[in-house]
């Protein structure tokens, strides 16, 4: 059974950082795409990026434009997990965060699709404090 368990978010005034963690069990995920999405209350789910193995050494990432520069996504293979290391947080970064795998690869058009994406953590709540 697969599950991914998220967790690093609270609470952070504006300009602060917070590192978020996405830990996957059941099966290895070392070469699949992983994603980040988050919702803020009555907004729909939002791609925030993705990383995907793509046979270099180092794994091809893509981000939302509202976090490029200031969030990284990375991950550990051999603990299947994926981290997203969120800096210079803004009030508008509040919202619930979500982990998600694709079990099959995505091509361009589906990658910022939470449609697309087959498993998903319980999300984890990041508040930016003004």
């Known amino acids: 059974q697969v599950q991914l368990v998220e967790s690093g978010g609270g609470l952070v005034q504006a300009g602060g950082s917070l590192r978020l963690s996405c830990a996957a069990s059941?099966?290895?995920?070392?070469?699949?795409?992983m994603a980040w999405f988050r919702q803020a209350p009555g907004t729909e789910r939002d791609f925030v990026v993705r990383?995907?193995?793509?046979?270099?050494?180092?794994?091809?990432?893509d981000y939302a434009d509202f976090v490029k520069g200031r969030f990284t996504i990375s991950r550990d293979r051999a603990n299947n997990t994926v981290y997203l290391q969120m800096s210079s947080l803004k009030p508008e970064d509040t919202g619930v965060y979500y982990c998600?795998?694709?079990?099959?690869?995505?091509?361009?058009?589906?990658?910022?699709?939470?449609?697309?994406?087959?498993?998903w953590g319980q999300g984890t709540q990041v508040t930016v404090s003004s």
């Open positions: 998600a795998v694709a079990s099959r690869w995505l091509r361009a058009t589906e990658i910022h699709t939470g449609r697309s994406y087959d498993y």
């Open positions: 059941g099966r290895s995920f070392s070469t699949a795409t």
């Open positions: 990383i995907t193995w793509n046979g270099l050494p180092t794994d091809y990432a």
